[in-house]
């Protein structure tokens, strides 16, 4: 969850650690009390040594600063090296301004004020410019030059088009140094007077000056992150799996090792958990480069896993779990001092509601695994997942002897707190299912009901378990015994199960989505939610490969596996391995035999004469050519080829595809390969990543490389023709093809352009042109041409449902499949500004599509398209009542009742209980993206159009 769109003040990462500074001594003013509004910036700059008094215990605050009293206070706190430098060549006899003004020109922090421009005509320092009082032009054209050499983050073009409208005598400006006011509104350095205006000639007084150094002080000692874009993995790619967490944090101690000194005096700004200082930065620095973009929550000691960050009240310091095993955890932190230790240590029940603890292993935005069928760990609810969740708890929790002897309620199961038994199994759950609600309560069940992961009470024994294993007679559980220790080794026969005995799911619809009597079967996805084309099980073979097991990775012969989807038995070794992977990919789709000749990749493979079992990984072109496929041979995994010709009638072939092993078929979900609505803005989303991370302008694409997409053709085609299909399948997947025409045009289209026999993908239209992507004389190009040059001869293909760029959504959710609440929209909304913050200009010419106004233009079209990003083709509705504004309503402002606005269409951001802050497109066609209005502004004349 995002603390706010952007941050006002940030700095480089890299130059930004400070040395451990010991806090100076307050220093006060008896002309400056503490009703002044300034009192404090002025105290914190004295007592930083920033500035000085005029003499009496006085500093003056409402006199004119000269130019030499800010250049040397700016030259002194970032280049004192360089001014102690100069002291010996100018003495102060000549002049004590004299080495840090020759510094300041030196460093060109002069470049374009007043009395840079004197110094370089006369070749010398007029004393009279020098001492003269500094105007708020000068300053901030000191503050840009200063912002550049220093390497600060510049502010984006939307941060500056925003500033340019809080600014209400813009216009006044000089152009010499709108660029420099701008700049410094942006960052926050500067801000205008009480009316708007800028007033840049005026005079900066000294108490005004206090607050520009005080801020200056804090960007130079200000650490950002780093620009985070993970949505469900870590910031290493991996899965966000306790042990994946701790591995993360091993890692950042080689980076911060025991007695490294962190600067507790730097700020620290945190995309997710905000800005902060001393144990608080360093621990929320720790979290970022763990789980970087991923969202946050608070969790209680009872769920406390390796990254969690916690506030102990005690003490007020921050830190950083490392390892939670037996009830104990371990924590990284770091003193008063700054000095880092990893050798915290704690007990679990000695943790208080008083500390506050959050949790990172949420996806961005908003979260909850009930509406998202998904395992505590985020990992889908798969018998697999959930076994190896119970593994990690032996292995780090509670182990064969471990004592439980606390107590625990679950909200899944009862508010009340439980010992025992009852309580440990409750916890175990929890630990696996997070917030899953229970899904089933199965009497005299037989083993076909039964999951990993099930809770059992054996009513006789007045016992809970949590189940870890089911065979055809037995079910095997963990539980507490009576001497309160953890006991991993229990059996119950199904014949001695009663009526009266119990079993509790939290499988979403009481069933494991690796089940092959429910789940993805009817849907006709993968394990990740994508349809089952070749190009998706392909990508998850290779994550697999990459995370899971890889060429040389051990896989024991005699491990075992049970996939209900090939067979209700156990296997082992090379079987298991083959059924365990088809698993990972396909879920619970359903096993068909197939024929040699209708392989695809992810197939299962039995070689007969090998006695052995192969999933393929890549299918020849043609008869003469080679298979590839990845096994387990003498206990280790191998990537390996044959000879396609190898494969005899005597082998036998399965496939998981639907239709037996149709690689696309009707995708009755009417979604993009991201699961997203097929609207123009989500394909061109789509289209920006794939140019991002698969072929961008001047890669490779070979003449001769083939591709085989069944919407398009039962036919491989090569060149120009497979790029733009293996494009077009990318974002549209097992959408279906048909014709258009060239006035229809959206983003993705295919062309076949005739004259130049080549496939193009369309990625932006205009009323006479359009943008394209394709590929040619083996490289991947782009280009624009005019919509006159198509002709007859020239062929138009789009998969957009009919009907509309946006089918009906029929899941009534948002554009990322996420449900309709305001926590959600400006998560989502977030996202989207963030990624859309470059866009500083909209032209009022461009027609777009959208789902929410239809075919519109201008300041029309900015918000319709704003609102699809978020809201998908969901309806709307209208009404006139501030009162009700929610984050991403759009609202048209009436002409009438705001004759001086500069906007018509706009989006809301955020909404308080006095004001709104908006996105939109001004009177110049400029895009602001943090203006603000009051509610009591708004009245019954605007129209607020909602999508909830």
């Not at 007043?114 to 032009?137: F, K, L, M």
């Not at 709104?916 to 009177?923: I, L, P, Q, S």
Request: charged residues 20%; contains cysteine.
């Amino acid at each position: 969850m995002k603390k706010g769109f952007r941050t006002a003040v940030a700095a480089a990462l890299g130059c930004c650690l400070l040395t451990v500074n010991v806090p100076a001594a307050t220093v006060t003013f008896t002309d400056v009390t503490s009703s002044n509004p300034l009192y404090s910036f002025i105290t914190r700059a004295a007592s930083e040594g920033l500035i000085s008094g005029t003499g009496n215990g006085k500093y003056d605050p409402s006199s004119p600063l000269q130019n030499a009293q800010f250049i040397s206070m700016v030259c002194k706190l970032f280049y004192q090296t360089e001014v102690d430098a100069f002291q010996n060549t100018y003495q102060p006899t000549n002049n004590w301004w004299r080495s840090c003004m020759e510094v300041a020109n030196t460093k060109k922090l002069l470049t374009g004020t007043t009395v840079g421009d004197s110094r370089q005509t006369a070749g010398a320092w007029n004393i009279s410019v020098v001492e003269s009082p500094i105007n708020r032009y000068d300053m901030a054209q000191i503050i840009h030059n200063l912002s550049t050499q220093q390497g600060f983050s510049a502010p984006t073009a939307a941060e500056l088009n925003a500033a340019r409208n809080r600014i209400t005598d813009w216009d006044q400006i000089p152009a010499k140094y709108q660029t420099a006011v701008s700049s410094a509104y942006a960052r926050g350095y500067l801000s205008g007077m009480s009316d708007g205006t800028f007033s840049g000639s005026s005079s900066f007084l000294r108490d005004q000056g206090a607050v520009v150094l005080c801020r200056l002080l804090d960007a130079k000692g200000t650490i950002s992150s780093p620009t985070y874009t993970n949505t469900t993995n870590l910031v290493n790619g991996k899965a966000p799996t306790e042990e994946n967490v701790v591995s993360a944090l091993t890692a950042l101690q080689k980076e911060f090792p025991k007695g490294y000194v962190w600067d507790v005096r730097t700020l620290y700004q945190s995309p997710v958990l905000g800005r902060s200082k001393g144990s608080e930065a360093f621990a929320y620095m720790l979290a970022d480069r763990v789980f970087g973009n991923l969202g946050l929550t608070a969790t209680t000691a009872e769920k406390l896993k390796p990254g969690d960050v916690i506030l102990f009240s005690s003490s007020y310091t921050y830190a950083v779990v490392t390892d939670v095993y037996n009830g104990q955890y371990d924590y990284v932190s770091c003193t008063s001092n700054g000095s880092v230790s990893w050798t915290g240590h704690g007990n679990i029940s000695d943790l208080t509601k008083q500390d506050v603890i959050y949790s990172r292993y949420k996806g961005t935005g908003s979260y909850s695994s009930a509406s998202n069928s998904v395992l505590s760990d985020g990992s889908a609810a798969t018998e697999k997942n959930v076994s190896s969740l119970l593994d990690t708890f032996e292995r780090k929790r509670y182990g064969d002897g471990d004592v439980w002897d606390d107590s625990y309620s679950s909200a899944a199961f009862s508010s009340k707190k439980f010992t025992g038994s009852q309580g440990f199994a409750y916890y175990l759950s929890d630990y696996i299912f997070g917030d899953l609600p229970i899904s089933d309560t199965i009497k005299g069940s037989k083993s076909a009901d039964v999951q990993v992961g099930d809770v059992i009470y054996l009513y006789e024994e007045d016992l809970y378990g949590v189940v870890t294993g089911v065979s055809s007679s037995k079910i095997d559980y963990v539980t507490v015994d009576s001497w309160d220790e953890v006991d991993w080794s229990n059996s119950v026969n199904f014949s001695n199960l009663t009526t009266s005995d119990r079993i509790y799911t939290r499988y979403p619809d009481g069933k494991s989505s690796g089940s092959s009597s429910s789940g993805n079967s009817k849907t006709g996805t993968l394990t990740n939610g994508k349809s089952a084309t070749e190009s998706n099980v392909s990508s998850l073979l290779k994550t697999f490969l990459a995370e899971e097991y890889g060429d040389g990775d051990t896989w024991k012969d005699t491990e075992t596996y049970k996939s209900t989807a090939f067979s209700k038995n156990s296997v082992k070794g090379n079987q298991a391995f083959a059924y365990y992977l088809s698993d990972y990919i396909f879920g619970d789709l359903d096993v068909e035999t197939t024929s040699k000749n209708d392989l695809r990749v992810g197939d299962v493979v039995y070689k007969s004469d090998w006695g052995e079992y192969l999933v393929v990984t890549s299918v020849p072109t043609t008869s003469s050519g080679s298979l590839g496929y990845v096994e387990t041979f003498n206990g280790k995994v191998d990537e390996s080829t044959m000879k396609f010709s190898d494969l005899t009638s005597s082998d036998k072939f399965y496939t998981r595809y639907p239709d037996g092993g149709s690689s696309s078929g009707s995708n009755k979900t009417d979604t993009l390969s991201n699961g997203k609505s097929a609207t123009e803005s989500n394909v061109s989303s789509l289209l920006k990543i794939f140019q991002r991370d698969e072929y961008s302008d001047g890669d490779s694409w070979s003449t001769t490389k083939t591709y085989k997409s069944t919407p398009f053709s039962s036919k491989t085609v090569k060149g120009s023709q497979a790029f733009a299909y293996y494009l077009s399948d990318y974002i549209f997947d097992s959408l279906e093809v048909s014709k258009t025409n060239r006035n229809n045009l959206r983003v993705g289209d295919v062309v076949y352009i005739y004259d130049w026999d080549e496939y193009v993908v369309v990625t932006s239209v205009s009323s006479s042109s359009m943008g394209y992507i394709g590929a040619s004389n083996g490289k991947v190009y782009t280009d624009t041409m005019k919509l006159s040059g198509l002709g007859s001869q020239d062929l138009c293909y789009t998969r957009y449902p009919s009907g509309s760029s946006g089918s009906s959504n029929r899941t009534d959710r948002l554009a990322d499949g996420s449900t309709i609440t305001a926590k959600n929209v400006a998560n989502l909304l977030s996202d989207v500004v963030d990624d859309m913050d470059d866009v500083s200009t909209w032209s009022t010419t461009k027609s777009y599509s959208t789902s929410l106004f239809g075919s519109c233009k201008g300041a029309k079209a900015f918000a319709g398209d704003l609102s699809d990003q978020v809201f998908g083709d969901l309806d709307s509705n209208t009404h006139t009542d501030p009162d009700d504004l929610k984050v991403g309503d759009v609202i048209l402002l009436d002409k009438i009742d705001h004759p001086d606005s500069d906007y018509t269409y706009i989006v809301v951001l955020s909404v308080t209980s006095t004001q709104f802050t908006f996105a939109g497109v001004d009177r110049y066609n400029d895009v602001t993206w943090d203006s603000r209005m009051r509610l009591d502004k708004l009245t019954e004349y605007d129209t607020i159009y909602t999508r909830y």
